[in-house]
């Protein structure tokens, strides 16, 4: 979200008080270690955050835990949830150099079974020693078409100064998510707010006090690599979504909260908050505490590790994960006539249109961490995403945008949509050639979700250079409208296996679908 509302930080003194540790011990219910040293803990290794798994295929998956200390992580897998047969997946020694995190690789799953597993964690000078195992399942992906799919979208956690709130149950929609038994989730991106500390109690405008689980690494603006951890570590409090994640896959990708708002390579900071101003510095430490604590998120690419990937999810989907942040130009006012590097990069764009290019599957989702008509201020003259408010020919980073959309006409490639998140609001943009300024491509939608954690944000104006039509919108009327006075959004896609058809419903906290659209396969576009 690229408007942010300042929140005062809390004194350090107030943030270490007794009420932090019994907030975040309730949090945990009652295990205490919200940050507690991981070696000054006594007994046997204990995985109190939870159980994740990730990037999950026909026959593979990516299974995730944290320990509370040195750990040797195994995982055992079932067809069953009585485990009376398994097979022993030994993973790796967990220790300080990833924050006590470590992920496990399944291989040889069956396609289109629900998975059974369990976490053990044992003392690494005396395996004989391990802890309570905690347990997961989720569904490998179908190889057939007849099997249908259906997951969930949204962005936006603890975001603009709201938290984790006891009071109301904490991250509610969490929990509405995992009664709906998708097959996976796709994270849209500010899986954290690294630049958003949080108060202990915040006055709403009614009146009402709204108050935040606190930790020391919720206090202040993230700079450090152990700050970092402990903002994706804060999420983790919360029981719904540990509930969630042992239950659904996710695939995630991150956006500019992660690091700082409306971050680009190689800038630097005027924000006396910041000790550390170089944001490539901050980018880098970010980047390694988000592979930490979410599975599959950073692929290896000789000495690059990168986030831009593609998800296959047997013959009716792939999911092509983007990163928008990584590779993009500076915030600029976006008037530029030639623009190679554009939002995603050369290389990236490059990959994206051969690996479009190759795609069987029928639906090809393009999960975007920034909306593509949507304006998205970034200050008075600058803009955060493509868009920058001229309806005209495409300039600046519409450019890049332009040739994808151009190069999917041409290809006659069938079936892309794009989802995502960022903007605080839930909406359905329709593009069209007849509408825009340019016309070279075929017609597609667009689908916003989020936030799922984190303050409301009035509907973005739309720029009309690929021609959006905004079919649906819903969103508060001013900024910043706490969870505690708007629903929290998240969006659903099913793909019914035997007629190929594609349904998106937007959906508010709460159990309302707000709107529903039925998409057919095998058109160019959409």
């Known amino acids: 979200m690229s408007q942010p509302i300042p929140v005062p930080s809390p004194a350090r003194r107030q943030v270490l008080r007794g009420s932090l540790a019994a907030s975040a011990a309730l949090a945990l219910g009652g295990t205490g270690l919200a940050s507690a040293p991981a070696f000054a803990l006594s007994g046997r290794p204990r995985a109190a955050w939870g159980v994740q798994t990730g990037d999950v295929t026909a026959h593979s998956g990516l299974v995730w835990v944290r320990a509370d200390r040195p750990a040797r992580m195994i995982v055992e897998t079932s067809a069953t949830d009585s485990f009376r047969r398994v097979r022993r997946h030994h993973g790796p020694l967990l220790g300080a150099g990833t924050d006590f995190t470590g992920t496990t690789a399944l291989h040889g799953l069956p396609a289109g079974e629900q998975i059974h597993y369990r976490v053990v964690l044992a003392d690494p000078d005396d395996p004989r020693r391990t802890g309570e195992p905690v347990t997961g399942t989720f569904r490998t992906a179908p190889e057939r078409r007849r099997d249908g799919i259906r997951f969930l979208w949204s962005g936006d956690i603890a975001g603009q100064g709201w938290g984790i709130n006891p009071e109301i149950g904490g991250y509610r929609a969490y929990e509405e998510m995992r009664r709906l038994d998708p097959d996976f989730f796709l994270c849209s991106g500010d899986t954290i707010y690294a630049d958003g500390p949080l108060q202990e109690r915040v006055t709403l405008p009614d009146g009402r006090i709204w108050r935040n689980v606190m930790t020391a690494e919720k206090a202040k603006v993230a700079e450090t690599l152990d700050e970092y951890r402990g903002n994706f570590r804060y999420n983790l409090l919360d029981r719904h979504v540990r509930a969630f994640n042992a239950q659904v896959p996710s695939v995630v990708q991150w956006d500019d909260h992660e690091v700082r708002n409306n971050w680009y390579p190689g800038q630097i900071l005027d924000d006396a908050r910041y000790g550390e101003k170089n944001v490539d510095v901050l980018a880098a430490r970010a980047a390694r505490a988000f592979g930490e604590y979410f599975p599959g998120t950073l692929r290896a690419r000789g000495t690059e590790r990168r986030m831009y990937r593609v998800v296959r999810y047997g013959p009716l989907l792939d999911v092509f994960v983007l990163d928008m942040r990584s590779y993009r130009n500076a915030n600029s006012p976006g008037r530029q006539a030639d623009d190679a590097t554009g939002i995603l990069g050369a290389e990236q764009l490059a990959w994206l249109k ?36 001229d309806p005209g020919a495409p300039l600046g980073r519409e450019l890049q945008i332009a040739e994808l959309l151009r190069f999917v006409k041409h290809r006659r490639i069938t079936g892309t949509l794009w989802l995502t998140a960022d903007v605080h609001h839930t909406s359905a943009q329709h593009y069209a050639p007849e509408r825009a300024a340019f016309q070279d491509f075929a017609p597609f939608w667009e689908f916003v979700s989020g936030p799922l954690a984190a303050g409301g944000f009035p509907a973005s104006r739309l720029d009309g250079t690929f021609g959006p039509e905004r079919v649906f919108v819903r969103a508060p009327k001013r900024a910043n409208v706490s969870p505690m006075e708007s629903p929290q959004y998240f969006g659903e896609v099913d793909i019914d296996g035997d007629s190929g058809e594609l349904t998106v419903r937007l959906r508010a906290e709460g159990g309302t679908v707000l709107f529903t659209t039925v998409l057919q396969p095998g058109r160019v576009g959409q």
């Open 354 to 389: 051969r690996e479009l290019s190759r795609s069987r599957a029928v639906w090809k989702v393009l999960a975007a961490d920034m909306p593509l008509g949507l304006v998205v201020p970034d200050g008075a003259a600058n803009f955060e995403a493509v868009a920058q408010g």
